[in-house]
Every structure is written in C-alpha cells, then in structure tokens.
C-alpha cells in the first residue's frame, strides 16, 4: 500500500484507529440492545419508546458507518465480526430478561453514558497524545449526539416515582423470558 503522508506517525495512526475499533465495537454493541428493547417493549409509552429507538438505532447505525470508514481513511481496518466487537467493547448485554419498559431506559441510559465517558477519554487522548484533531473532532460529535439521546432517555424515567428504600423503580420483571 502506498504510505499514507498526512503528517501522522504510523504509531500516531495506529494509537487513533485502535480508538475507533473501541468505538465502533460500543456502537454496534448499543445498536443491537436499542433494537433489542424497540422489538421488546410493552405498556403505556410503547409507541414513543418504540418510535425513540428506531430513530436512535438509525443513528447509530450512521455513526458505524462514519466510525467504520474513517478508520480507512486513516489507513486501517475496521473490526468486522461479532467475536471482536465483543471483545473490544464495554457495554455489558444481559442475555435471557426482559426489563420492563422503566428498565429498559435505565439501562440504555447507563449504556450511553459509558459511552460518553469513554469518548471524553479517547477526545482527549485523540487531541494530546496522538496529535490528531481531526478525529478528536470527529469523535467530539459523536459524542454531542450520545449526550442527546441520553437526554431523550433520561427524560422518561425522571420523575417516575421511586421505590421504599430510594432506589430506582425495578428494572427485572420475576421470570425472565426470551434472549
Ligand atoms: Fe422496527
């Protein structure tokens, strides 16, 4: 391949593109588990939640794609398997329940703002450490818009009443059912 003479170090490149293989593990992780719950949710806020989620899941799924090809524009290769999503990401899946629809947000909300911190700390590790920013910025806005659709979220479960001890209204329904 013919070198890439963008004014970056390979190491420099390669400490970004490891960045954005984070990423896009955590975006394709969090597409999964917002259509997962817009499949799955029941009760009262059924149509918008249902309607959030597909919104939210295109989204995402733009953002992949952006994430997925500006590794290649900086000369590297995009994880492409499940098996390394897995691996390279931090959203935990909770395979085998079904939350309620109050479980659900909360959970999606956790999720999105794990992702937040993580792209703060890869922001800054971008601009500082590799000197590139390009995808400092880039990542800025991806950022802006999980900030966003952690709002959009958040604003269904606050204000909900909470249980005896303070807590968060239950997130598990008793038996659990379906993956
Ligand atoms: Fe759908």
Excluded at 27 to 49: C, E, I, M, N
Excluded at 77 to 89: A, D, H, Q, R, V
Excluded at 131 to 151: I, P, R, V, Y
Aim: hydrophobic share 35%; proline share 3%; with cysteine.
């Amino acid at each position: 391949m013919r070198p890439l003479n963008i004014g970056l170090t390979e190491e420099q490149r390669n400490g970004v593109i490891e960045l954005l293989n984070k990423d896009l593990s955590d975006a394709y992780l969090l597409v999964v588990k917002t259509k997962k719950y817009h499949w799955d949710v029941v009760g009262p806020q059924f149509r918008s939640l249902h309607e959030i989620w597909e919104e939210q899941y295109q989204q995402l799924t733009e953002n992949i794609d952006a994430i997925a090809e500006r590794v290649r524009a900086l000369g590297g290769y995009p994880i492409g398997t499940m098996e390394g999503f897995l691996k390279n990401g931090t959203i935990k899946e909770h395979g085998g329940d079904v939350p309620t629809a109050t479980g659900m947000v909360a959970r999606l909300v956790d999720d999105h703002e794990q992702v937040i911190r993580n792209l703060r700390e890869h922001i800054d590790r971008c601009s500082e450490e590799f000197h590139d920013e390009g995808t400092a910025d880039f990542l800025t806005g991806l950022m802006e818009g999980h900030e966003e659709m952690a709002w959009m979220l958040r604003s269904f479960i606050e204000g909900q009443a909470l249980e005896a001890d303070g807590s968060q209204p239950a997130t598990e329904r008793k038996t659990p059912v379906g993956v």
